[in-house]
């Protein structure tokens, strides 16, 4: 049974920093694309930053680069978002993603909240 499951998010003031995690079981997890999704009230999903099954390559949404790392952990099944300078635009719930596009393969996780308030 395939389980993406984040947790991290809650409410931090504007500058403040978070880390998301997602651990992963029921998939080969170093074989899959790993990604960030953020979806805004009223708005679609939109990626926010991937990683390679090997991690050597990662992916950001212009928004957030120089302010978010995404990495992971293949021994560990674990994927990781670490987001600093958190501005209120940020504020969205957050997916992980699992991808092996080649083979029809796309999980997604139930998401966590983040908001960026003061």
């Known amino acids: 049974q395939v389980q993406l499951v984040e947790s991290g998010g809650g409410l931090v003031q504007p500058g403040g920093s978070l880390k998301l995690s997602c651990a992963a079981s029921g998939f080969p997890f170093s074989q899959y694309r790993m990604g960030w999704y953020r979806q805004a009230p009223g708005k679609e999903r939109d990626l926010v930053a991937s990683i390679t099954g090997s991690g050597l390559t990662t992916n950001y949404a212009d928004s957030v680069k120089g302010r978010f790392t995404i990495s992971r952990d293949n021994a560990k099944n674990m994927v990781y978002l670490q987001m600093s300078s958190l501005e209120p635009e940020d504020t969205a719930v957050y997916y992980c993603?699992?991808?092996?596009?080649?083979?029809?393969?796309?999980?997604w996780g139930q998401g966590t909240q983040v908001t960026v308030s003061l």
């Open positions: 993603n699992a991808d092996r596009t080649l083979y029809g393969r796309n999980f």
